[in-house]
């Protein structure tokens, strides 16, 4: 009696796992060095799949059930172990319990920036971080790629594990999908669902996994590139850039006084209201003037003609103005810079790069402000 019950001991009779925790993703049955006897009850409950491995080989899966482990029913097992005539004798495998419910809201994060090309601004840095859900669709790829030996695999190790793999699946597929940066930063939602067709071959192919989820929330950029998407949303809002400068203009007229802004912009009207006059019919050069005086050369007293020769028109602002730079357009016209140099690269604005400076030609100023 003492020996039958000592070997009642040394063999399991039943194999079966109760998961009373949330973030457990694979689990080996502790065998204590016991054998499993010839008919035993495994029992595997829903959201769960166990998996055999005999000296290091994948053996039988077992689905949600109570299965009787006879020679029928692990054929794989039967025949790694060589049973031509079905087996008696106990025997020993490792018996691995695999998750397979949905694990919500895991995280995901850049730690170093990803360099991507875009075409409105070239080769940018971009970090991004978010939430993803998954679950295990491969339990023998899953245990052999991210879970190993582990005898409790734990979703805190799974994180560890796989959040640099997920980082890196991530950008693979954004330079896959070519999607711009202007896009990345502003349509979250429709990205992951965009990217979820590109990630999810690479993840159930490597690891065994399918993400059903992918949810970008928060993309940042360098703070050069953030400035530009700033300026083109400006230049959005503002809508037509000529009223917008002469908007500028007028309120300088209205608020400037006597200061630099003021003065800029009274210059500049009077700049326009002579350019209208220069060009009215009947104006100064409209041939309905006052004629000029025969010899062309300046008068002398009485009305005669000088002999003296006339002088050289003096370029106005004192010679330096006839090209000038950005800043100086912007300081006549009291405007922004950014407001001359956003009009330059539209096109609006006539200028002349030379290397990476603008400059621009007092005529040039005249046909925007009248164009």
Do not use: C
Not at 168 to 189: H, I, M, T, W
Not at 249 to 276: D, I, N, R, V
Not at 340 to 352: C, Q, T, W
């Amino acid at each position: 009696m003492a020996l039958m019950d000592f070997l009642s001991k040394q063999f399991i009779d039943i194999i079966e796992w109760v998961d009373d925790s949330r973030d457990t993703l694979s689990f080996r049955f502790p065998d204590q060095d016991k054998e499993i006897k010839r008919g035993a009850q495994l029992i595997v409950r829903e959201s769960q799949v166990a998996q055999f491995v005999y000296l290091g080989q994948f053996g039988d899966t077992f689905g949600p059930g109570k299965h009787d482990l006879v020679t029928d029913n692990i054929p794989i097992l039967s025949d790694l172990k060589g049973w031509k005539y079905g087996f008696e004798s106990p025997f020993k495998a490792d018996v691995y319990y695999v998750v397979t419910r949905l694990f919500t809201g895991n995280k995901w994060g850049t730690a170093n920036p990803v360099m991507m090309r875009d075409k409105d601004f070239g080769i940018v840095r971009m970090r991004a971080y978010g939430t993803f859900d998954f679950q295990v669709v491969d339990p023998k790829l899953f245990l052999k790629e991210v879970a190993g030996t582990d005898d409790h695999f734990r979703l805190d190790e799974f994180n560890d594990t796989m959040r640099s793999r997920i980082v890196s699946v991530f950008s693979e597929a954004l330079a896959k999908a070519n999607v711009p940066v202007l896009d990345v930063a502003q349509r979250y939602g429709e990205l992951g669902e965009a990217l979820l067709p590109i990630i999810n071959p690479a993840v159930a192919t490597k690891y065994g996994l399918e993400i059903k989820s992918f949810i970008v929330e928060n993309v940042s950029l360098p703070p050069e590139v953030e400035e530009a998407i700033d300026k083109r949303g400006a230049m959005a809002a503002v809508g037509n850039l000529n009223d917008y400068v002469k908007f500028q203009m007028a309120q300088g007229l209205e608020h400037g006084g006597g200061g630099p802004g003021g003065m800029g912009a009274e210059l500049a009207m009077g700049m326009a209201m002579a350019q209208q006059m220069m060009n009215q019919q009947g104006g100064i050069l409209g041939g309905q003037g006052t004629p000029p005086v025969q010899g062309g050369g300046p008068v002398g007293a009485g009305g005669a003609p000088s002999s003296a020769p006339a002088p050289s028109a003096a370029p106005a602002n004192g010679g330096g103005m006839d090209l000038m730079t950005p800043a100086q357009v912007a300081q006549m016209l009291s405007v922004n810079e950014s407001d001359v140099m956003a009009s330059l690269e539209s096109g609006d604005l006539k200028g002349k790069r030379i290397g990476t400076q603008w400059r621009i030609t007092r005529a040039a100023v005249d046909q925007f402000l009248h164009g």
